[in-house]
């Protein structure tokens, strides 16, 4: 029997998140729940048939730092050594927020991944990069633990993007010898896959510390860059490519992430997707009318 393990990355909406784990509960599978440092009132969570791991070590989350690599690292790492010390190997890795769901039952999922094991499900980008990449891991970033996305104005921020200026009129660049790419940090690998980036985990640290968003860069630039490139699924399409359908609403000004509501169940009911993100609880509804048909 193949297993999966899903890596959840969890901090609000707890409702959504038992939702998910119901959905996700399948002899089949093995379920690892990081929650942020910061969430406080954790759900009790059960699972009949699938074996719930929460990992001991919380990890203080934030929007754009380093912290978010750290996470995704440390749910490959428990479970990959949960696995290995159990003498089993998972054929693929879910990495998923806690408010995803899966579009499809559980059998169409694993058939989906026996029908093309051994393919690698990242997303990426195929716009031009060149500017973004500069900006988000070619320099150093000061207090990367202070991001913000509603661009605060404090001594911090002021002192950050005097930084990077300085850095760009200088020159300066990092990772330059390497090609880097970029795509949604959610993707189901392979345990090969899993086991070549824990063997960079030195080498991760020191390309993506004080950088912005390099969850979006660390796992696309190392596949890129290694023979896990000719196996990945799809390289012209970043959703079809993580087969994940994700809700991007792009204005002149900005990209922003809506929830789901009950007005896009037809487009999530058709959809070729594995996955789906992102829910909440005011629209409930919508999770339920999903999972009650698969």
Not at 203 to 208: D, G, K, L, V
Request: proline share 2%.
């Amino acid at each position: 029997m193949n297993k999966h393990a899903y890596l959840i990355i969890a901090h609000n909406e707890f409702l959504v998140l038992k939702f998910l784990i119901s959905a996700l509960d399948d002899i089949r599978n093995d379920i690892y729940i990081h929650f942020d440092a910061k969430s406080k009132l954790l759900p009790i969570l059960n699972c009949k048939y699938s074996n719930l791991f929460i990992l001991p070590n919380s990890i203080d989350v934030r929007w754009g730092d380093y912290s978010q690599v750290e996470t995704e690292m440390q749910l490959f790492e428990y479970a990959y050594n949960k696995q290995k010390k159990n003498g089993i190997f998972y054929q693929y890795y879910h990495l998923i927020s806690g408010v995803d769901l899966p579009l499809k039952n559980q059998d169409y999922i694993h058939n989906f991944f026996n029908i093309h094991c051994g393919k690698e499900f990242i997303g990426f980008y195929q716009g031009n990069l060149i500017q973004e990449l500069r900006i988000k891991v070619q320099m150093y970033h000061l207090f990367p633990h202070h991001f913000s996305k509603q661009r605060i104005l404090n001594i911090k921020s002021i002192l950050r993007a005097l930084f990077c200026r300085i850095q760009l009129f200088i020159g300066y660049k990092r990772n330059k010898d390497i090609e880097l790419v970029r795509g949604t940090n959610w993707a189901s690998v392979t345990n090969d896959f899993v086991e070549y980036l824990l063997g960079k985990k030195e080498e991760i640290y020191q390309r993506f510390h004080h950088t912005f968003c390099a969850d979006e860069v660390y796992k696309h630039t190392l596949c890129w860059n290694s023979s896990f490139k000719n196996k990945i699924y799809n390289l012209n399409n970043e959703a079809v490519g993580c087969m994940r359908e994700i809700n991007w609403v792009i204005t002149a000004n900005e990209s922003f992430l809506p929830f789901f509501t009950m007005g896009d169940y037809k487009r999530l009911k058709e959809s070729p997707m594995l996955f789906a993100r992102k829910f909440d609880s005011v629209n409930i509804d919508i999770v339920k009318k999903i999972l009650s048909g698969l």
